[in-house]
Structure formats: C-alpha cells, structure tokens
C-alpha cells in the first residue's frame, strides 16, 4: 500500500490554532483544537510513512477496543497528529477499522477539538445537531499506563470528518505533550459545499476556523524538520466519518 497522501509545501490555509472564550446561552466554552487524524490501511506502513515524510518515527499509541482501530502518534507543538489504521486483532464488521481497511493510499479523515463535552453538546442541540456520547474510552500505553478520556459525537452533520467530534482527556495528559515531535502545526484548511453553515456551527462552540465553498477537502499544513508537509484527504477519505460508524 502507498501509505503517502502527503505532498510537500502548501497553500496559504488561513488559522493556526485557536482557543477562544465567549459565553453562550450560559455556557462558557474554551475549545481548542485537538489532533488530526490521518488513515491508512496498514499502520506498520503508515509508520514507515511518517519517518520518511517528517524524519521523526511516529510512537505506538495502543488499540482502540470495539472501533477496530489502532494508533501511532506525533506531536506537532500545540496539537498533534494521530496515525489511524485497522487492527488486525479485532473484527472489522461495521465499525471505523473496516472503513480503512481497503485505502489505497493514507489521507485526512477528520480532526478533533478538546473543551466541555456537556457545554458542546448542549451549543450544538441548540444549532439542531444531535450528538451521541460522552464515551468513555480507554486504552494502556505501551509503558503500561492508562490513559481514559471521553469523546462526543456529532450525528447527522453532512460535512462528514470536515466537521469535528470532541474530546476531553480528564485526568490524562495530552498526547501532544509526550509523544514524539515531528513539527509544528501551522494552518488548517476546509472547503464543504455549505461552507456558511460549517462555519457557523464552528463558531457556535468557539472554533474560529476558516471554511471555504468547494468539494469535499481537509488538508493541514505542518512546518516538519524536512521542510514543509501538507496532508490532505483523498477521494477515498473526503466524506469518511470516524466513531461509531455517525
């Protein structure tokens, strides 16, 4: 499998990361921008993939029991980027794993932002986007830690992975502050059809991200010791969800 979906240099893509405070409807939100999450169908390869490309091996993260997934992860300064890819120890009937499982090359999926999961929740039923959790979620680091967080999804939304889910890691340090570092985030960019309404609903909890009309494309810009990396979804990864199959 060609695990690339990545070409170097880049577009001008607007916001960096952002953390913003505004009350609304009484509820005081600080939401941030967490990680990105870029797919592949072999995670070994994908690896391989992030050593060439950033000159930095990604560390193994661990499996995510019930999604068919597991992870490799490196920091990019104020966020960090997560490696997806089917685990083959699990089945992968109906759930995340299986919608990598046949990619022929890696690309973005989707991108994640960490705040108060009843304040979100609560700002998006208010916009009329239904969510599902909080989940909880747990997985050991290969140290032997565990690591627990929980995780809300967004159900309906016809942005696909260009509209986040969220997290937060409760008690847990943030991966971005102990995994590997392979650069510096630098811009986010999305283009959706009804980019008013991606907008709209971005800042609705406090994310401030420029959103432009256009087909189906997340791309980010990191600044990376080999020079400057652009990921971007493919055809294959535009309208993938990730979850519980949204």
Same mark, same amino acid.
């Given at each position: 499998?060609?695990?690339?979906?990545?070409?170097?240099?880049?577009?001008?893509?607007?916001?960096?990361?952002?953390?913003?405070?505004?009350?609304?409807?009484?509820?005081?939100?600080?939401?941030?921008?967490?990680?990105?999450?870029?797919?592949?169908?072999?995670?070994?390869? @994908?690896?391989?993939?992030?050593?060439?490309t950033?000159?930095? %091996?990604?560390?193994? @993260?661990?499996?995510?029991?019930?999604?068919?997934?597991?992870?490799?992860?490196?920091?990019?300064?104020?966020?960090?980027?997560?490696?997806?890819?089917?685990?083959?120890?699990?089945?992968?009937?109906?759930?995340a794993?299986?919608?990598f499982?046949?990619?022929?090359?890696?690309?973005?999926?989707?991108?994640?932002?960490?705040?108060d999961?009843?304040?979100?929740?609560?700002?998006?039923?208010?916009?009329?986007?239904?969510?599902?959790?909080?989940?909880?979620?747990?997985?050991?680091?290969?140290?032997?830690?565990?690591?627990?967080?929980?995780?809300l999804? %967004?159900?309906?939304?016809?942005?696909?992975?260009r509209?986040?889910?969220?997290?937060?890691?409760?008690?847990?340090?943030?991966?971005?502050?102990?995994?590997?570092? @392979?650069?510096?985030?630098?811009?986010?960019?999305?283009?959706?059809?009804?980019?008013?309404?991606?907008?709209?609903?971005?800042?609705?909890?406090?994310?401030?991200?420029?959103?432009?009309?256009?087909?189906?494309?997340?791309?980010?810009?990191?600044?990376?010791?080999?020079?400057?990396?652009?990921?971007?979804?493919?055809?294959?990864?535009?309208?993938?969800?990730?979850?519980?199959?949204?």
């Amino acid at each position: 499998m060609d695990a690339s979906g990545a070409d170097q240099g880049g577009p001008d893509t607007g916001q960096g990361t952002l953390q913003l405070m505004v009350a609304r409807g009484g509820d005081s939100l600080t939401t941030r921008i967490d990680h990105f999450m870029y797919a592949v169908a072999s995670l070994d390869e @994908g690896i391989e993939w992030a050593a060439d490309t950033f000159g930095v %091996p990604a560390a193994y @993260g661990g499996e995510h029991v019930g999604l068919g997934t597991r992870n490799a992860l490196l920091s990019l300064g104020s966020t960090y980027l997560e490696i997806i890819a089917p685990d083959p120890a699990q089945s992968l009937e109906g759930n995340a794993g299986a919608q990598f499982a046949d990619l022929t090359s890696g690309g973005m999926v989707t991108w994640a932002a960490e705040g108060d999961l009843s304040a979100i929740a609560r700002t998006l039923e208010m916009t009329g986007m239904s969510t599902e959790g909080p989940h909880r979620t747990r997985r050991k680091t290969q140290s032997g830690d565990l690591l627990v967080w929980d995780l809300l999804f %967004p159900i309906g939304s016809l942005h696909s992975g260009r509209m986040p889910f969220f997290i937060d890691w409760l008690e847990c340090t943030n991966p971005k502050d102990t995994n590997p570092v @392979g650069g510096e985030f630098r811009a986010l960019a999305i283009t959706t059809p009804d980019a008013d309404d991606l907008a709209g609903v971005l800042r609705s909890v406090d994310l401030d991200i420029a959103v432009s009309a256009g087909p189906p494309a997340l791309s980010v810009a990191i600044d990376s010791p080999r020079g400057e990396v652009l990921l971007a979804s493919t055809d294959e990864t535009s309208d993938m969800q990730f979850g519980r199959i949204r």
